[in-house]
Nanobody, 119 residues
Framework: QVQLAESGGGLVQPGGSLRLSCAAS????????ASWYRQAPGKERELVAS????????NYADSVKGRFTISRDNAKNTVYLQMNSLRPEDTAVYYC????????????WGQGTQVTVSS
């Protein structure tokens, strides 16, 4: 069974840092692209960052570029999101997603972890 478990969310002050982790199990993680999304109350879910299976190509939303870093450790079946210089507008539920390769592949989502940036 495919499972994704996010962790690392919490309350942090503006300007602070937080690292999110997404632990994968039940599939060959190393051949799946991965991404982080977030959804704030009253807003659409948005793509924050994405990374290819070997980490060779990375993309970020303009709103987080220069502040967030996505990475992965395939030996640990884990994808990370390092968040620095956090702002109140970063407050959201953050979700991990992986993309199954191949013509008949599908997407798998984690349950999400809450990040709150407030003084």
């Amino acid at each position: 069974q495919v499972q994704l478990a996010e962790s690392g969310g919490g309350l942090v002050q503006p300007g602070g840092s937080l690292r999110l982790s997404c632990a994968a199990s039940g599939f060959t993680f190393s051949i799946y692209a991965a991404s982080w999304y977030r959804q704030a109350p009253g807003k659409e879910r948005e793509l924050v960052a994405s990374i290819t299976s070997a980490g060779g190509s990375i993309n970020y939303a303009d709103s987080v570029k220069g502040r967030f870093t996505i990475s992965r450790d395939n030996a640990k079946n884990t994808v990370y999101l390092q968040m620095n210089s956090l702002r109140p507008e970063d407050t959201a539920v953050y979700y991990c997603k992986v993309d199954q390769p191949g013509r008949w592949g599908r997407d798998y989502w984690g349950q999400g972890t809450q990040v709150t940036v407030s003084s």
